[in-house]
C-alpha cells in the first residue's frame, strides 16, 4: 500500500489526477479505490462505457490511460497517451498503446510521466537553442563578420551540444530504468 501511495503522492505531484476506470463491480472497485486513495472512480464500465468515459473526460484536457487487456485497446488509442502493460498485457493492448511498461510495474507510471517531461522539455530547449544560434550565425554573417568557417563552426557546435542532451535524455532513462 506505501509503494501505490508513494505513486499517487507522485501523479499529484506532476499535477496529474489519477481515476480508477473498471469492469469489476461497485464494490470491489470503492475497496480499491479506498485502499489506494483514488477519489474519483468509475465501476461497472463495459469497454464501450470506458471508451465514453475518456472521452468525456478528454474533453475537458489532456488525458492518459493505462490497460492491459484486449478491451482495453479502443480506449488506449483513445486516449492522448495510451499506457499499456507489455508483460501481462494482451498484444492488442501492446500495439494500441504508445508507451509500453515491460515489467508490468503500475508503479513505474509516476516516473515514466515525469521522465518524459524532462526529455520533452531538453529537446525544447535543443531546438531553441538550435534556431537561436543559427539566427544568430546569419545576421553576423550578413553583416559581415564572419563567414563559411563560422556557419560551420555554428552548426558543428549545435550538433555537439544537441549530442550531448540527448546523452542526458539517455542518462535520465537508464537511472530510472535501473532501479
Avoid: C, W
Avoid at 472512480?41 to 473526460?57: F, H, I, M, R, T
Avoid at 538550435?130 to 560551420?152: E, N, P, R
Avoid at 555554428?154 to 535501473?178: F, P, Q, T
Amino acid at each position: 500500500k506505501d509503494k501505490i501511495n508513494e505513486t499517487i503522492d507522485k501523479l499529484h505531484d506532476l499535477n496529474v489526477k489519477a481515476i480508477l476506470v473498471s469492469g469489476d463491480s461497485e464494490e470491489k472497485v470503492n475497496q480499491v479505490a479506498d485502499y489506494i486513495n483514488i477519489d474519483k472512480y468509475y465501476a461497472g464500465q463495459s469497454p464501450e462505457d470506458k471508451l465514453n468515459v475518456v472521452q468525456g473526460l478528454k474533453a475537458k484536457g489532456k488525458i492518459g490511460f493505462v490497460g492491459d487487456g484486449i478491451n482495453d485497446s479502443p480506449v488506449l488509442k483513445a486516449a492522448d497517451v495510451g499506457i499499456s502493460m507489455g508483460n501481462m498485457g494482451s498484444d492488442a493492448a501492446v500495439e494500441a498503446s504508445d508507451v509500453v511498461i515491460t515489467d508490468d510495474s503500475i508503479y513505474k507510471v509516476a516516473t515514466t510521466i515525469g521522465d518524459s517531461r524532462k526529455i520533452i522539455r531538453n529537446v525544447k530547449f535543443i531546438i531553441g537553442f538550435a534556431l537561436a544560434v543559427k539566427i544568430i550565425t546569419m545576421i553576423l554573417i550578413y553583416l559581415g563578420y564572419g563567414g563559411m568557417y563560422m556557419a560551420v563552426f555554428a552548426d558543428v557546435g549545435v550538433s555537439l551540444i544537441s549530442i550531448g542532451i540527448a546523452l542526458m535524455n539517455l542518462r535520465i532513462r537508464n537511472k530510472k530504468g535501473s532501479k
